[in-house]
């Protein structure tokens, strides 16, 4: 079994679609997309909840937080599935996906999280 944290910023959201469509946004797309390979390779998983995170001051901008647990002993490919599945339908940026244990599996210079994002932007500076 897997459980995975995966998290966007309200602003990436937003700009998807529009403010006024997050609902949409969420519910239609992201979701969607997140559980897709596993109903197609009949895969059981359950999206475990769905909350907005308010900011935190030097933490983490606004979010919305999903709790995933796939029942696959496969844990190093279940993250990487559910970012081609975000990325092909062009919904993965600002995707941040951790363990349920903190550790950052994937994130981008969109992440919520102002920590990472300002670690990645360190790196990009240096390369």
Not at 13 to 38: K, P, Q, S
Not at 52 to 57: C, E, G, K, M, Y
């Amino acid at each position: 079994m897997t459980e995975l944290i995966i998290e966007f910023p309200m602003c990436v959201v937003n700009a998807y679609n529009g403010a006024g469509n997050v609902d949409e946004t969420l519910d239609d797309n992201i979701t969607y997309i997140i559980g897709r390979h596993f109903h197609e390779y009949d895969i059981e998983f359950s999206i475990q909840s769905m909350n907005l995170v308010p900011p935190t001051p030097e933490v983490n901008d606004e979010l919305v937080r999903y709790r995933v647990t796939i029942h696959s002993d496969d844990a190093e490919e279940c993250p990487k599935r559910v970012l081609a599945e975000l990325k092909a339908d062009g919904f993965e940026r600002g995707c941040t996906i951790k363990t349920m244990a903190g550790g950052l599996l994937h994130a981008d210079e969109y992440t919520a999280d102002i920590q990472v994002r300002r670690t990645l932007g360190k790196k990009r500076r240096k390369a």
